[in-house]
């Protein structure tokens, strides 16, 4: 689960998988009824892993799994740890909100500079901005590394299913 730079706040994966891509999906499936330290959710050929709601915090991650086909025997797992879309969604709108609002004050003291009028209190509120954009990011990297034990656990439990049905299919075969 290494990712090549830090930054990343929502780590991407990629696996190219020897089997068919329904199998895959099939044996994640199964898992919900098997396991019930994780809750499994499959809408076509995407599988969504996540804590009990009782386990949730607010930035617990989930694991959103993409199992595509290439051909009969072999598929592309694409896998994207990340919190709740709900929490998702309200952290990026904070970080649109203090974009728009450092755009806005930044063409408002603009304008008053070339007008000659007083901008200094426009310049501090998009310094504010900036000093806001900053908490957000390492509220969310705080968020991402509080959770990295989570997001191993979910991890481990992927590659727990996919070996599992390995060894079923060569058990089979």
């Known amino acids: 689960m290494p990712t090549s730079n830090n930054i990343v706040l ?5 696996k190219k998988l020897n089997k068919n891509n329904e199998v ?8 919900k009824k098997e396991y019930s330290e994780f809750v499994v959710t499959r809408l076509d050929n995407h599988v969504f892993i996540k ?5 949730q915090q ?9 199992i595509d086909e290439i051909d009969n025997n072999t598929s592309l797992l694409y ?6 879309p709900t929490v998702w969604t309200m952290f990026m709108f904070l970080h649109f909100i203090v974009a728009c609002l450092f755009i806005g004050f930044g063409i408002w003291a603009y304008t008053n ?23 957000l990011y390492f509220a969310g990297s705080i968020g991402k590394n509080s ?3 989570e997001m191993h656990k979910l991890n481990d439990f992927m590659n727990q299913i996919l070996k599992k049905e390995k060894a079923l299919t060569k058990e089979l075969n």
């Open 24 to 31: 895959l999906l099939k044996a994640f499936e199964n898992a």
């Open 58 to 66: 607010f930035w617990t991650p989930q694991l959103h799994l993409e």
């Open 51 to 55: 804590f009990p709601k009782k386990d």
């Open 147 to 149: 959770n990295k034990n």
């Open 79 to 84: 896998g994207l740890f990340g919190p709740n």
């Open 113 to 135: 500079w070339k007008l000659d009028s007083d901008y200094i209190i426009q310049i501090c509120i998009m310094v504010l901005m900036v000093v806001i954009w900053f908490t």
């Open 10 to 14: 929502r780590p991407r994966f990629k």
